[in-house]
């Protein structure tokens, strides 16, 4: 239910199509324990494209490292809070020039 109102799932359905599970801009804990910020949709709705931004320690990585999710050292363990990145970085480190649009 959203405000009230029963959603559509097939609605919902075509959100997570086009989307993904992990819309871009979401955090997400990686298997080999990295979180990063999912950059935009990958080869199916469930293995977006990651960049990782901290070590699996918690340590800063000097710049964001693409990961596929497609790969199990890779793969997504959960979605995270943004708190839980408690880093900053500059959008455009993960969008490029896009990211000034």
């Known amino acids: 239910m959203v405000g009230g109102k029963a959603s ?4 919902a ?3 997570v ?8 801009g979401s955090f997400v804990r990686l298997q080999n324990g990295e979180i990063g910020v999912v950059s935009h949709r ?3 709705p469930t293995t977006p494209v990651v960049h990782a931004i901290l070590a ?3 340590a800063p990585l ?3 490292i693409k990961r596929e999710t497609t790969r199990q050292l890779h793969e997504i363990r959960e979605a995270v ?3 839980t990145a408690n880093f900053r970085f500059g959008l ?7 990211a000034a649009l």
């Open 17 to 24: 199509k086009e989307i993904g599970t992990y819309p871009p």
């Open 81 to 83: 809070s943004p708190d």
């Open 92 to 98: 455009h480190q993960i969008w490029g020039s896009e």
């Open 56 to 58: 699996p320690r918690g």
């Open 8 to 11: 559509d799932p097939m609605l």
């Open 62 to 64: 000097s710049f964001p």
């Open 42 to 44: 990958g080869a199916t």
């Open 13 to 15: 359905a075509y959100f």
